[in-house]
């Protein structure tokens, strides 16, 4: 998290960007202009509640005033390169974007040619959703195997990232992860 003078600069930047007066984040978030004036001027700490009301009323998500690294509103992220091998070399494991969305995404693509079972290096657990592109596999997640064919998908929070079996490849999948703290149900889904 920046620290409170970062966060506030990052404040008064994007209320003077969107042209707003203190007066109309006033009117608009709830909170006094005098309460916001000493945000911006990092006397005090936004609470969550706060912060998340100011940032709707700059239009902004509220992860733009916590990202230790600001990024930008818009990224383009590019492949990186062949990628590298993982599961016993029979797979490659592709980052195509590693911060999308403010940092709260990553997405890679895994390309497995032959049959294999193992566990992911580079994928981290939490958020996740696998969905396969091609082929069909099986991912064993604590004591539980999920079938998933082609077009199927998988999204659920994981405290360790499932294991991958490929009976006849060639197959692909999308993995996107989010980091734990991210809103969302608590159950997970499979489709």
């Known amino acids: 998290?920046?620290?409170?003078?970062?966060?506030?600069?990052?404040?008064?930047e994007a209320r003077r960007d969107s042209g707003l007066t203190?007066?109309?984040?006033?009117?608009?978030?709830?909170?006094?202009?005098?309460?916001?004036?000493?945000?911006?001027?990092?006397?005090?700490?936004?609470?969550?509640?706060?912060?998340?009301?100011?940032a709707a009323a700059l239009g902004r998500d509220p992860c733009y005033f916590l990202e230790e690294r600001l990024l930008e509103e818009v990224a383009?992220?590019?492949?990186?390169?062949?990628?590298?091998?993982?599961?016993?070399?029979?797979?490659?494991?592709?980052p195509l974007a590693p911060g999308v969305l403010g940092g709260q995404l990553e997405?890679?693509?895994?390309?497995?040619?032959?049959?294999?079972?193992?566990?992911?290096?580079?994928v981290e657990p939490g958020d996740l959703c696998f969905y396969v592109t091609t082929g069909a596999l099986r991912l064993l997640a604590e004591e539980?195997?999920?079938?998933?064919?082609?077009g199927g998908s998988l999204h659920a929070r994981f405290g360790?990232?499932?294991?991958?079996?490929?009976d006849r490849a060639p197959a692909e999948l999308l993995i996107v992860r989010a980091p734990s703290g991210l809103p969302r149900s608590d159950d997970?889904?499979?489709s």
Not at 23 to 48: A, C, M, N, Y
Not at 160 to 166: A, K
Request: glycine share 8%; net charge positive; with cysteine.
């Open 1 to 12: 998290m920046p620290s409170r003078e970062i966060m506030a600069g990052r404040l008064r």
């Open 22 to 54: 203190l007066k109309q984040v006033e009117r608009l978030s709830g909170f006094s202009s005098t309460h916001i004036s000493e945000i911006e001027r990092g006397r005090t700490t936004p609470t969550v509640d706060a912060l998340v009301r100011i």
């Open 76 to 94: 383009v992220a590019r492949a990186d390169g062949d990628g590298r091998a993982v599961l016993d070399r029979a797979a490659r494991l592709q």
């Open 107 to 122: 997405l890679s693509r895994l390309r497995i040619d032959r049959a294999c079972e193992g566990t992911l290096d580079g």
């Open 144 to 150: 539980t195997t999920y079938e998933l064919p082609q």
């Open 160 to 166: 360790q990232v499932p294991r991958i079996v490929v």
């Open 188 to 190: 997970g889904e499979a």
